[in-house]
């Protein structure tokens, strides 16, 4: 789904200012807002979508101007999107994104848990939902070891008292049972 | 063997040419001449070869006919010099294992040769020789360039340089030389003695292109100024002293350039050294400089600001390695280091921008390392000290650097460090040098390993990583719970959904509504590999919701496996279970993992034989409860009185099928009956049962000689429908 529109450039009367952590200011279109829950519900309690209402800066403590670039960026790209609703995850996990989804976010791991954060703490579902998915997708088909690569997991298995060797709740299956996992002969129907 | 012999043929040969046909020396006896010009070419050539160059040009001299066929040889040099000054012309033929002269003087000859054509024309001024010079009597010097054209004809040589002695030739002259079309030919010119004004140097740069090499031994006005003066390959000039500090920092892609004398001091050449080491094009391979005169060299102000090595064995105790790293690199090190200390205090609202702080440092870092260091040359030129102290240099600059290729060659073109080391010749150091790259390429790995951006899964909150786990299927989850105790019981708390599982004696498929994440594990009756998977089953089943899970574990092949109490632990929440069972307690295992369970379909096998029913409140509250095959009536009695005690939602229905006829008259013996009309009504059978709610009856509806059961539960007032009298259809038989 593309609904690439031109982006009008925000004015005095139908935007508000938000600072990031850094001190940067950002003006931001009310209808970009609509997409934060965070940012929507603020404006409606304060009416800054009124014109005769003062609207003061919104300050921005847990997100930083990189992240605040980025997530505006997200913003206008869904500018005329229809409002987000979500799926059942658990019926429909799917890996497969928009180009320039894939393109948005092709960054490296940790800049991706930064905008987790910032997109959680903002609410906004669809980029919420969607670095999930990514992150999700970005260890599909990989070990558990290569997971603690990908992930930068440390193992803290605890290691047997007498013997100093790692115990492993499932040591018995973590490797010789994954090899027997196997997508076919599929099952027959019930 | 047998060039053994032709060699040692060719050699008393070549002795006796020597002793018969040059006969000029009256001490050697006179012999019958040796025919050499009726040899072959090839041996001719072959015994010509183990001649040295004087001997080549007094053959030569012999007879015209004799210098065509050494002009078909063309001998080779190593160099060739040719020394030029009015009173002499000299040249000096340098052989792979002689270094010999030929000297044209002024002589007493009164006749001169207007111009030289033929070698032979020189056989009568032979004046004579030692054991390096021979000479011959000189001509005018509108001849000394067919001399040249004669004697180059005989010779091949890579390296040809032109030595003008100012003191000794007049302006024109040089001029003249530097016009003829040879000396393009040249490599090498060289102005020696004398001084030149700035107008004839300045004429000279013009007119010599800066591929060549230059040296001038002559002095320079110390206000000379020339575009071109450094930017020949090699360049060496005796005074320097009108090079400036800017001259030497606009120097680049030159090959190397000797200063004998200038009129810098230690601070000056620290502040190149600086600019060198920092400049991010390619100046120059090796600048060798004498400080001003008087000047006491400081080592400290040398290399203020500069990281450096001092080299043990070295020829000089003042001889520093300056290693090519960037202050500014020392600078992000320590940056990093910083940040990395400063990562245990930091408060957690700063954390991200620390973060980005680091990668910023981390991959500006990269960006120099890799256009500084990516083929890090080390030359002989520059290693110039002994073979055992190159591995702690390596170790250091390693230590130091990101290096990505070390080539170790020696010094090829110049012979300024011919005395010096030759690294390729030592197997030692070859050995030792593989050695080391391979321990250069596991630390480049670790160091690339440190390098990539580090991850911070670990740093997000459990709700954020929950939310991740939700969108993971299920080998992901699998795996991920693999990695750590923490993500284990992450995992562990977040459910499964499925839209089918079936357990069967054979495997376990896991399947998804959107098909992905898929499972298929088949074990096809092995016990070991069934044990294998059982953890994985288990997992699975501890926090599955699933819209059917079938149970056909004919043999107890996963009953088996799969112990009571850790199936016990088990909450399954699904729409629909289907459990084919053998015997009570395999019913009972499999029906106490519910803990909801909306239709509860139980097969019995042709084995069993169940006189009671599990009566699990999350097996009574579903809302359909069907039971296939069964073969005692005791079972319906059962689960009736199990249905009766407990409060069931209204509606819920109760389905059965006999595995032969059975009537459901001995119901009304039961205590809670409370109305029958078996064999009353035509067509179906039925009983009525009292349940712990007043307001609420269990009807019992059986159609005549059928083996269908329907049991539902109604409010008093309410009519029975026909939609309970439908058998529901979950297990295709």
């Known amino acids: 789904m593309s609904c690439e529109e031109p982006t009008t450039s925000p004015t005095p009367e139908n935007n508000i200012t938000v600072v990031s952590s850094d001190g940067k200011e950002f003006l931001l279109d009310l209808k970009l807002t609509e997409q934060s829950e965070t940012l929507a519900r603020l404006i409606s309690n304060f009416e800054y979508d009124r014109t005769d209402v003062k609207k003061d800066p919104v300050p921005l403590g847990n997100i930083t101007s990189a992240q605040m670039q980025k997530i505006i960026e997200w913003l206008q790209h869904h500018r005329y999107y229809p409002k987000w609703e979500q799926n059942d995850i658990h019926y429909s996990t799917s890996f497969t994104f928009e180009t320039w989804v894939e393109e948005y976010l092709n960054i490296p791991n940790n800049e991706m848990f930064e905008l987790l954060n910032a997109a959680n703490y903002l609410n906004i579902p669809r980029l919420f939902s969607t670095i999930c998915r990514i992150m999700a997708s970005r260890i599909t088909g990989k070990s558990a070891e290569q997971i603690r690569t990908v992930l930068n997991i440390k193992t803290d298995v605890k290691n047997d008292v007498y013997t100093g060797i790692p115990i492993q709740e499932d040591s018995s299956s973590s490797e010789d049972g994954m090899s027997e996992i196997s997508l076919s002969p599929s099952p027959p129907p019930i | ?21 040059w006969n000029t020396d009256t001490s050697i006896p006179k012999q019958k001449p040796f025919l050499i010009l009726k040899l072959p070419l090839v041996p001719f050539k072959l015994v010509t070869e183990f001649m040295n160059s004087h001997e080549i040009i007094k053959l030569s001299m012999c007879s015209y006919r004799m210098e065509s066929f050494l002009r078909v040889s063309k001998y080779k040099l190593i160099e060739l010099h040719v020394h030029l000054s009015d009173q002499r012309l000299r040249y000096d033929f340098a052989q792979s294992n002689n270094f010999l002269s030929i000297l044209f ?70 001029m003249h030389y530097l016009n003829l079309s040879l000396a393009e030919k040249c490599t090498e010119f ?125 020829s000089s105790p003042n001889f520093f390695i300056i290693l090519e790293l960037l202050e500014r690199k020392k600078e992000l090190e320590e940056e990093i280091s910083m940040i990395e200390k400063r990562e245990n ?76 080391p030759n690294l390729e010749d030592s197997v030692a150091m070859k050995w030792e040098l593989s050695r080391f790259l391979r321990e250069m390429k596991q630390t480049l790995h670790t160091m690339e390993e440190t390098l990539k951006p580090k991850t911070n899964w670990s740093d997000l909150p459990s709700e954020l990583k929950l939310e991740c786990i939700d969108y993971m299927a299920l080998m992901e989850r699998w795996n991920l719970r693999q990695t750590a105790q923490v993500e284990r019981d992450l995992v562990n708390s977040r459910k499964i959904f499925a839209e089918t599982v079936i357990v069967d004696e054979k495997f376990f498929s896991f399947t998804t509504k959107s098909g992905i994440g898929n499972v298929f594990i088949s074990y096809e009756y092995d016990p070991d590999k069934l044990s294998r998977t059982c953890p994985f089953i288990l997992f699975v089943f501890q926090k599955l919701v699933a819209n059917v899970l079938k149970i056909d574990d004919e043999s107890y092949c996963m009953m088996s496996t799969l112990t009571i109490p850790q199936m016990e632990t088990i909450n399954l929440e699904l729409n629909t279970i289907i459990v084919f069972h053998n015997s009570f307690i395999e019913l009972y295992c499999w029906l106490s993992m519910l803990k909801k369970c909306v239709n509860v379909v139980i097969v019995e096998r042709d084995e069993a034989d169940l006189n009671k029913f599990p009566d699990f409140p999350a097996v009574l509250n579903a809302e359909t409860i069907q039971y296939i095959d069964a073969k005692n009536i005791g079972v319906l009695e059962s689960f009736l009185n199990a249905w009766s005690r407990q409060h069931p939602k209204l509606n819920s229905n109760f389905q059965m099928r006999f595995k032969s006829f059975e009537s459901i008259e001995s119901l009304r013996k039961m205590n809670s009956c409370i109305e029958s009309r078996v064999g009353e009504e035509e067509g179906y059978d039925m009983i009525a049962l009292e349940t712990n709610d007043p307001e609420k009856i269990v009807i019992v509806v059986q159609g005549t000689k059928q083996r269908e059961v329907f049991v539902c539960l109604l409010s008093e007032n309410q009519e029975l429908s026909t939609e309970f009298f439908i058998w529901k259809q979950f297990v295709k038989h």
């Open chain 2, 345 to 420: 205090q930091v408060d957690i609202s700063d954390f991200s921008e620390e973060i980005r702080k680091k990668i910023n440092a981390n991959a500006e870092l990269r960006r120099l390392e890799i256009n500084k260091n990516n083929k890090f040359t080390i030359t002989s030129r520059q290693l110039y000290f002994k073979q055992d102290t190159i591995l702690p240099l390596l170790n250091y600059i390693l230590e130091k650097g990101h290096v990505e290729q070390f080539v170790v060659r020696s010094s090829e073109k110049d012979e300024v460090f011919s005395n010096g």
């Open chain 2, 105 to 174: 003087r002024k002589g007493k000859s009164e006749k001169q040769l207007e111009s030289v054509t033929k070698m032979q024309q020189l056989c009568e001024r032979y004046y004579g020789e030692d054991n390096t010079f021979l000479m011959i009597e000189y001509f005018s010097s509108n001849t000394v360039f067919d001399l040249y054209k004669c004697i180059n004809a005989l010779f091949s040589c890579p390296s040809v340089s032109w030595n003008f002695y100012l003191d000794q030739l007049s302006t024109e002259t040089m």
């Open chain 2, 190 to 314: 060289s102005f020696m003695r004398g001084s030149l004004t700035a107008t004839l140097l300045t004429e000279l740069l013009d007119r010599i292109p800066v591929s060549k090499r230059l040296e001038i031994d002559s002095d320079i006005p110390i206000d000379f100024k020339h575009p071109n003066a450094l930017k020949y390959y090699v360049t060496r000039y005796n005074n320097g002293k009108w090079i400036t500090l800017n001259d030497l920092k606009s120097i680049r892609n030159v090959g190397w350039i000797e200063l004998k004398s200038t009129i810098f001091d230690c601070s000056d050449v620290n502040q190149f050294l600086n600019y060198w080491v920092n400049c991010e094009e390619d100046m120059l391979e090796l600048l060798e400089l004498n400080l001003q005169e008087g000047a006491i060299i400081d080592v400290f102000a040398l290399i203020d600001q500069l990281i450096t090595l001092r080299v043990e064995g070295a």
């Open chain 2, 1 to 21: 063997m047998v060039w053994r012999i032709v060699k040692s043929s060719l050699q008393n040969i070549h002795k006796a040419i020597r002793m018969c046909f």
